[in-house]
């Protein structure tokens, strides 16, 4: 929903819209932190071990794979501070961002992240604290390897962020990870997890991709994975 039409809804000036809407995500990011769902985790033990078997299906090159990193720059409005402006500038693209890395496991959920860098920055100085995860938290013969994969997500990426508030556009990248890991691990469905974990097949559901003609649709209706988010309205 749009600002303008919130102020309409609730005869608010857009000031108020702002503060509501800035208070509302910071308690969303609050809430999505303690969600397990929503969680940012990094693989220990056999996890490498299932990842990189994932990996290796669709690219058996790369043994030891067991997910990618992928860094992206979100455009940020043109501030008026002059020490600010030529943070944000980035000079190979000729304007002004904000850098963030991700690192994604070949399920598709997000790992582990480093968001609202300053555009100028290098990813290599931006990635560093997923390098020092890569080093000290990763068993010897296993790694990333580059990708993309969350900015079609989120529209709202696309659009200039705000510039002059920085916690409140960390909150909303922080946001979007979380949501990006929740939708992965409820729905079971990202442009990653399509790849190496094949919809239709995964969670004992391969019988019913192979013989979907054959199946009643009560069977149909019971293997259904979205159900639970259906809204049902009755009429007595």
């Known amino acids: 929903m749009h600002d303008i039409s919130l102020t309409q809804i609730f005869v608010i000036i857009p000031t108020t819209v702002s503060c509501y809407l800035t208070w509302a995500m910071t308690i969303l990011c609050d809430s999505l932190r303690q969600m397990q769902d929503a969680r940012v985790k990094w693989p220990q033990g056999e996890e490498f071990e299932e990842n990189n078997a994932l ?22 409005q043109t501030s008026t501070d002059q020490e600010l402006k030529n943070a944000t500038f980035n000079g190979w693209l000729h304007e002004h961002f904000v850098s963030s890395v991700f690192a994604f496991n070949a399920k598709g959920e997000i790992i582990a992240c480093k968001l609202n860098a300053p555009g100028s920055w290098h990813d290599s ?69 399509s790849v190496y974990m094949p919809i239709w097949q995964e969670g004992g559901q391969e019988e019913i991709w192979q013989s979907f003609e054959n199946i009643l649709f009560s069977d149909q209706r019971n293997n259904d994975r979205v159900a639970r988010f259906y809204n049902i309205v009755s009429h007595e």
Request: proline share 5%.
């Open 55 to 76: 990996v290796v299906v669709q690219h058996p090159l790369l043994d030891g794979a067991f997910g990618s990193l992928d860094g992206l720059n979100l455009m940020v």
């Open 125 to 193: 100085c931006v990635a560093k604290p997923i390098y020092e995860k890569l080093r000290t938290q990763t068993p010897e013969g296993f790694y990333l390897w580059g990708n993309r994969g969350i900015q079609g997500s989120f529209g709202c990426l696309h659009v200039p962020l705000p510039i002059r508030y920085h916690e409140t556009r960390g909150d909303l990248l922080e946001v979007c990870v979380h949501l990006f890991n929740y939708h992965t691990r409820t729905i079971g469905y990202n442009q990653i997890r």
